[in-house]
């Protein structure tokens, strides 16, 4: 019953920017904190950037501070990515993933209860 269903990915140049979203439904949207998960061919899946269930915390991957910015708006049970000056390292899948509020909002996989199916985000050079 409950989904996830990223968006806003494409084929984009490098500098260039893009606007993910990840739409929730069948669950509390704000019981939740909500990360982005990226996973680039033969590589294992990264931590991209973690927002708290209210969106007063947030937490980047190294390789994205400064470029990136996650955000979520709980009454439209949305969470977003503003992904500027994209670099053809940041090509990849992106999935974002809910994990029920309580310690840190940055987790191990295994805590996250549920998954999107993730979108695809190439950036050419």
């Known amino acids: 019953q409950v989904q996830l269903v990223e968006s806003g990915g494409g084929l984009v140049q490098a500098g260039d920017s893009l606007r993910l979203s990840c739409a929730a439904s069948g669950l509390t949207f704000s019981n939740y904190d909500m990360t982005w998960f990226r996973q680039a061919p033969g590589k294992e899946r990264e931590f991209v950037a973690a927002?708290?269930?209210?969106?007063?915390?947030?937490d980047y991957a190294d390789s994205v501070k400064g470029r990136f910015t996650i955000s979520r708006v709980n009454a439209k049970n949305t969470l977003y990515l503003q992904m500027n000056n994209l670099k053809p390292e940041d090509t990849a899948v992106y999935y974002c993933?809910?994990?029920?509020?309580?310690?840190?909002?940055?987790?191990?996989?295994?805590?996250?209860?549920?998954w999107g199916q993730g979108t695809q985000v190439t950036v050419s050079s």
């Open positions: 927002i708290s269930y209210s969106g007063i915390s947030t």
């Open positions: 993933a809910a994990a029920f509020i309580g310690g840190p909002i940055r987790r191990p996989e295994y805590e996250y209860s549920y």
